[in-house]
DNA sequence: GGAGTTGCCTAATTGCATTAGGTTCCTTAG
DNA sequence: CTAAGGAACCTAATGCAATTAGGCAACTCC
């Protein structure tokens, strides 16, 4: 009988494949081994079982991410860094909606490599802010404002909730990026009315 | 054998209690029935099979979310009217969890039950926009950005994101609120940057 | 107090996850 | 060149969740 050729990393592309084509949830350890013409239990050789590989999922869509951010962010700055970065992320959870549902789980055990990936994004968004006035202190806030608006359109939009009737997803995009632009260029402004 | 005076409520309300407890996964027609003191294939007198149940859980959330909402609405206006819807939800998120969780999740089939429930939590944040000069043709975008901010910002705090290291969520939250009432507030100006 | 409906049960099937324990292929040291 | 060892894949078997089919008992209502 010839060998199928199974690694880690083809386990696991057939996983992420799975995941963006028929959804997260149908990324099983039985659809992966019949997709990859092997019986499941073989599986067990190069992944530990179900969480294993759903974090190794994980990994491998934080990564990309971190991977395509520093590339959005090389050279730019300001409020075109902050387009760049942004639609990044929404660009990918549109091509690959399994795998970024995947990276969003917070539910899997952080791996080391896992928490590197999470680290490589967080100073990308610190990076961002550079472009900004965000006064040291505040810095954190506008890092979870960013995060939560980015997060909750992409997910909002994945899930269809901005489609149908209406103006285009599209355009509220643009907005939403404008707005998030203009409250971090008046940030201090920002910060008094807070009280 | 005495019966156990099972209704449709008193499952769905079941599966609340153990996905806020153990998360929505852990609410399975199994673990309910165990819960119930009932053996699993009794419970399909009830509810139709899994789908089903998270359908009726999705609705049952939602309803909940909308009836708060609309108590928090009542008398309220301007930045307050915004303040208190968004804790609603946020405030939703952090005591029952897994209900929250079903209200989110955009993958079950539209009842009328939740089309309506769904239709009252738009009309809420509709309600708050009114507080804002916010122009008619772009209310739409307004309330994704509301949207959008919201969700995000109360899934990643409940994932444990904001959690750890750095100032409060708690801060964040407020600052994330003030943010989002000054660009609404001077949301023409927002327009003209979107160009 | 009997007929019918309803509520809950047992039995049985299917599918995924997991463990145990082979067998075959490939490499490499002697 | 060959035999030892490990790696890759397999079959067998178990457990749990979901689902369907069909049975009996307990309420209801005339």
Not at 8 to 30: C, I, Q
Not at 150 to 171: K, Y
Not at 172 to 192: C, F, G, I
């Amino acid at each position: 009988m010839t060998r199928a050729g199974l690694t880690r990393p083809a386990v696991l592309e057939m996983a992420a494949v799975l995941a963006d084509e028929r959804g997260l949830r149908a990324a099983t350890l039985s659809a992966v081994a019949r997709e990859l013409g092997v019986r499941t239990p073989s599986l067990y050789s190069h992944v530990r079982g179900t969480d294993d590989l759903r974090a190794g999922l994980a990994e491998l869509a934080l990564t990309d991410l971190a991977d395509r951010g520093d590339r959005a962010l090389a050279g730019r700055s300001g409020r075109r860094a902050l387009a760049a970065w942004a639609n990044v992320h929404r660009d990918y959870a549109r091509e690959h909606p399994g795998r970024f549902a995947a990276a969003g789980t917070l539910d899997v055990a952080p791996t080391p490599t896992l928490e590197e990936a999470a680290a490589r994004v967080a100073a990308q968004s610190l990076a961002v802010l550079r472009g900004y006035p965000v006064p040291e202190a505040d810095r954190v806030h506008a890092v979870r404002l960013m995060a939560s608006l980015l997060r909750g359109f992409v997910e909002l939009e994945a899930g269809g909730a901005f489609g149908g009737r209406g103006p285009t997803s599209e355009e509220s995009w643009a907005r939403a990026l404008a707005v998030l632009d203009e409250s971090l260029t008046r940030w201090p402004h920002a910060a008094l009315t807070a009280s």
